[in-house]
């Protein structure tokens, strides 16, 4: 367990800030929301910096441990932890909102409060994403980061930012809608439980590991995004204004291979399989 919860502030510090940010309301407030904002981004970063210069590189496991409960009824626990991958992650993505930030300076001219919140906001999330040991938590982070990236596009992208939105928003639903059935079926197979750590060591049969690897698939593919689930991020990429473009090609982008990293290579190990068990796979 950490002394301080680095990992909690690494999430919800952009978030309040984006909060504060937007209830500057107007653009005559302007100034004051993109110093805020800049404010806000710099100091998220600064708070991420004790993850990389105190991590144990000789430590295999998940460090900055925090678990709290959430909601005791359904086991649902606030746990956050990160390994040497998801470290990295959010020390860049806390860094690249210091860069969105500052493009959009003098570009965006309108709704200046909103759109850097949405930056803010979308930050601390995907901290969330790169942080949860809990299936469930990693879930709500994992579909409300989309929702900042959504209006991103929305309202501030190019000619066509309505159907590029709206396109990006179908594609990731009905992924999202097969990867919350993922999680309920290692909720029953675990007795009750969503930690992802507890699934890791789930003795799932050969059968099972199949259908899950394919919800898996299917939901991380179109966030790689993969064909042919991958016809959103031309759209997405053109209409999106700089920031936007900036952090799907830094970030959002690199949340697919992540959850392929957390989930789907770590239940094919679960059980070692021979040459027979993969011949049956093609049959």
């Known amino acids: 367990m950490s002394t301080y919860p680095l990992l909690s502030l690494a999430i919800w510090l952009p978030i309040f800030t984006g909060l504060v940010v937007l209830a500057t309301g107007a653009d005559r407030n302007a100034p004051l929301a993109r110093m805020l904002a800049l404010f806000g981004a710099i100091a998220s970063f600064l708070i991420t910096i004790p993850l990389w210069t105190g991590f144990d590189i000789a430590n295999g496991g998940m460090q900055f441990v925090e678990l709290r409960t959430w909601i005791p009824r359904f086991n649902i626990n606030y746990h956050l932890g990160v390994d ?3 470290m990295l ?3 860049l993505n ?5 860069i969105v930030v500052a493009a959009g300076w003098e570009v965006i001219q309108q709704k200046v409060a909103q759109y850097n919140a949405a930056f803010l906001i979308m930050s601390g ?3 969330g994403i790169f942080t949860s040991l809990d299936g469930m938590l990693f879930y709500v982070f994992f579909e409300a980061s989309l929702i900042p990236l959504y209006l991103i596009i929305g309202v501030w992208g190019g ?3 309505v159907y590029a939105a709206f396109k990006f928003f179908l594609y990731t639903l009905f992924g999202s809608l097969l990867f919350l059935l993922a999680l309920m079926y290692l909720f029953v197979q675990s007795g009750g439980s969503f930690s992802i750590l507890e699934w890791h060591k789930l003795p799932i049969s050969l059968g099972s590991q199949t259908w899950l690897f394919l919800a898996f698939l299917i939901a991380f593919a179109v966030k790689v995004p993969m064909w042919p689930v991958h016809t959103w ?3 997405a990429h053109v209409e999106a204004p700089t920031g936007g473009s900036i952090v799907l090609a830094a970030i959002a982008l690199k949340l697919g291979a992540y959850g392929f990293l957390r989930f789907s290579c770590q239940f094919c190990r679960t059980r070692r399989m ?3 068990d993969w011949s049956s796979l093609c049959r």
């Open 233 to 235: 991020l031309p759209d």
């Open 274 to 276: 021979n040459c027979r």
């Open 89 to 91: 992650f959010v020390v």
């Open 125 to 127: 999330l995907m901290n």
């Open 159 to 161: 000619a066509n930012r």
């Open 84 to 86: 040497g991958i998801s």
């Open 94 to 98: 806390a860094f690249i909102t210091i």
